[in-house]
Structures are given as structure tokens and as C-alpha cells.
């Protein structure tokens, strides 16, 4: 079955750059079945979709976070990657990398999520 | 502040049922039938409950409904049991330039 894996330092300094990768597992990226999704998660508080890359490297962004957000795919390594520019103590949280499926229009797959903390 | 307004909590004895409801506008909930529920555990990822506004994935019991009336989703969980203790999330599209928006999460207890 697929699975999904987020990777990347937990830890990032205001100012400067966060960068995650989701490695997926048990499928391949390159399917077109799927749209490939990053949504976070602050402490004690609700979601939020931040962007989507489909296979052909086509992104969609939340607009309230376009201007800082980089999500990018790797169909060699059956990786996609998120990049989030300008930090502040605001991007904290539970960051998840999960799978937009074109044919349910949900996130039908997660992975177990990772915490990021902005501070210096 | 979540795009769709959802109750912070609601709770219920075993057996019983609940719903949760998920308000949006005609530009997210009332435009589109892709609304779908996500259950989640402290600690954990979320889960898909629910697509589509009313269907079930694979291996979701189907004491969990959806349902949408104007731009007001539900979900209602029948039989209630201790189990089904989590938060729950809605999430609906949004058009082509927003995509993807969420409620603020309701908190289940099971009395």
C-alpha cells in the first residue's frame, strides 16, 4: 500500500528558509491519478492546504501563502518537496504531506506529519 | 480564522447519534459537491471519512454520513462509540484560485 514520509529539520531560524520532503512509497509519484499536497497544522489548532504539485510539475498555492511557497517533484526518487521562504514564529507546525486524489477530490492518503519549530 | 465555521465541540453518549456540522459559502461548500470529513486521533494524521459530500472509502463504517444543504455540510456518526472520540475536519473546494479550504475542527466526546 502507499505511504508517505516527510523529512527535513525541525527546526528553522526566522528569516530563513524551511524545507521539507515527502517520500512516497509503495507507488509511484508519476501516476496521474493524483495530485501531490502539503498541509499543515499549528499547535492545538485546524488545518490548512498550503499547495499541490501534479506529476507534470503543475502547482496550485494557497494564496495567502503564494508568494513563499516552492513545491517542487523528484519522479526520480519518487519525491515531491516543499520550500517556504521568509519564516516567522507563525509557520510553526505540524507540517503533512499527503495525496490529492483526482477521482475522490480528497486527501486519501497521509503521511504521519512533522514538527517544525521557527525560532532562533 | 478557518474559511468554514465549524462547532468547536460536540458531544454524545454511546449509541447515540451526532452531527457536526460545516458552514461555507456558495463559493466553497454551496458551489461544489467535493466536500469531504477527515477524523483524527491526538497525535496522529487525519483520516478520510468522507467524500464527495456522502461517500464512504473502503473500510469506513457506515454509521458516518454526509449530506449538504445549501452551503451547510454534515456529519453524522450513528452508534456512537468510545472509539470515535476525535477531532473532526471538514474540507471543501474552493474554485480555481483558493483549491482546498478547511473548518476549524470540532472536538467529538463520547460521555
Known amino acids: 500500500q502507499v505511504q508517505l514520509q516527510e523529512s527535513g529539520p525541525g527546526l528553522v531560524k526566522p528569516s530563513q528558509t524551511l524545507s521539507l520532503t515527502c517520500t512516497v512509497s509503495?507507488?509511484?509519484?508519476?501516476?496521474?491519478?493524483?495530485?501531490w499536497s502539503w498541509i499543515r497544522q499549528p499547535a492545538g489548532k485546524g488545518l490548512e492546504w498550503i499547495g499541490r504539485?501534479?506529476?507534470?510539475?503543475?502547482?496550485n498555492y494557497n494564496p495567502s501563502l503564494k508568494s513563499r511557497v516552492t513545491i517542487s517533484v523528484d519522479t526520480s526518487k519518487n519525491q515531491f518537496s516543499l520550500k517556504l521562504s521568509s519564516v516567522t514564529a507563525a509557520d510553526t507546525a505540524v507540517y503533512y504531506c499527503a495525496r490529492d486524489n483526482r477521482a475522490t477530490d480528497a486527501f486519501d492518503i497521509w503521511g504521519q506529519g512533522t514538527m517544525v519549530t521557527v525560532s532562533s | 480564522q478557518s474559511a468554514l465555521t465549524q462547532p468547536r465541540s460536540v458531544s454524545g453518549s454511546p449509541g447515540q447519534s451526532v452531527t457536526i456540522s460545516c458552514t461555507g459559502t456558495s463559493s466553497d461548500v454551496g458551489g461544489y459537491n467535493y466536500v469531504s470529513w477527515y477524523q483524527q486521533h491526538p497525535g496522529k494524521a487525519p483520516k478520510l471519512m468522507i467524500y464527495d459530500v456522502s461517500k464512504r472509502p473502503s473500510g469506513v463504517p457506515d454509521r458516518f454520513s454526509g449530506s449538504k444543504s445549501g452551503n451547510t455540510a454534515s456529519l453524522t456518526i450513528s452508534g456512537l462509540q468510545a472509539e470515535d472520540e476525535a477531532d473532526y475536519y471538514c474540507?471543501?473546494?474552493?474554485?480555481?484560485?483558493?483549491?482546498?479550504?478547511f473548518g476549524g475542527g470540532t472536538k467529538l466526546t463520547v460521555l
Open positions: 509503495g507507488g509511484s509519484i508519476s501516476s496521474g491519478s493524483y495530485y
Open positions: 474540507c471543501s473546494y474552493a474554485g480555481s484560485y483558493t483549491f482546498w479550504v
Open positions: 504539485i501534479y506529476t507534470s510539475g503543475s502547482t
